[in-house]
């Protein structure tokens, strides 16, 4: 309460961010039983890869960006980074698969299947700047080819792939913070709307109030 | 003895060819794989979840 009697800012964003995300939904200890399927566990597997994304990719950058072409170890971290990426992104694809196919925008989740597809798309640009920093034959190829289909859409401009510095800060910084971004408000909009029901059987999808979906026949254990 | 050993990798990338459609065979076993992930993902019964439906 600020001098004036009316509720600080403070107060007035706690009380927003408990209204817009109760506790007990942010953290739920039970989940749908409908979530027993291997089909739900794609997300977070996705979420793991992009952890060891990160914590691979900052020893590759603390390390400096030539390092992993003449030690053993940096060797190692490199090829951890590039596997964690090739299975971030099989993960993702089965995930976005699964999600499709329930049509999970259903019941009020546009904005998770929305926040879902452009980091996706985000990601593949991640990627990308990855391999042209590569420093080596392989980044030059694919810096080289790439740089006439950039230009001919007139984005080469501002997004020179020739430049490795630029194409390296957009690779440790730019676009990671997007898509962590992007993956918290993912995260954060899965736990306000609940996972998405299975399509009923035998009928068209009629669309589940979002404020049932979380635990209305609570059988499972939390994610 | 390391995987490359076993599969000789010091060549260039295999492709397959139809009419206007190009791609490498490795992106091809990695799509391949993806389905058949996905299948199994969805017809493999989950743990315990026999034991859930039957007490609910």
């Known amino acids: 309460m600020s001098a004036s009697g009316k509720p600080s ?5 706690r009380e927003a961010g408990v209204q817009a995300m109760p506790p007990e939904r942010l953290l739920p200890d039970t989940q749908p ?17 992009l952890v060891i994304i990160i914590f691979s990719g900052s020893v590759l950058g603390l390390k ?20 964690s990426v090739e299975l971030f992104f099989f993960f993702m694809v089965i995930h976005l698969w ?20 452009i980091t996706f798309l985000i990601s593949i640009a991640a ?4 391999y042209v920093s590569q420093q080596n034959f392989d980044a030059q190829w694919i810096a080289t080819q790439a740089k006439d289909g950039l230009n001919s859409t007139g984005i080469g401009a501002f997004f020179n792939v020739l430049n490795f510095g630029q194409m390296y800060t957009y690779h440790v910084l730019l676009l990671p913070v997007v898509v962590v971004a992007l993956v918290s408000a993912h995260i954060l909009l899965v736990r306000r709307t609940g996972i998405v ?3 009923p059987l035998g009928e068209l999808a009629i669309p589940a109030p979002a404020a049932d979906a979380p635990g209305a026949s609570a059988t499972g254990s939390a994610a | 003895m390391s995987l490359a050993a076993i599969i000789n990798l010091n060549h260039p990338a295999s492709y397959v060819h139809w009419g206007f459609f190009q ?15 996905f299948a199994v993902a969805i017809a493999l019964p989950f743990p315990g979840s026999r034991r859930r439906r039957s007490r609910s």
């Open chain 2, 23 to 37: 791609m490498s065979v490795s992106n091809l076993v990695v799509i391949g794989l993806m389905i058949v992930v």
């Open chain 1, 64 to 83: 400096g960006p030539a390092w992993w072409h003449y030690t053993g170890v940096g060797h190692f971290f490199n090829s951890i980074h590039l596997w």
């Open chain 1, 127 to 130: 990627a990308f700047t990855g």
């Open chain 1, 98 to 117: 699964g999600k499709f196919f329930m049509a999970a925008w259903r019941g009020g989740r546009s904005r998770t299947w929305m926040s879902g597809a």
């Open chain 1, 9 to 13: 800012w403070t107060a007035r964003l």
């Open chain 1, 33 to 49: 039983a409908y979530m027993s399927s291997w089909i739900y566990i794609f997300g977070v597997l996705t979420i793991a890869a």
């Open chain 1, 197 to 199: 029901p299975p399509l």
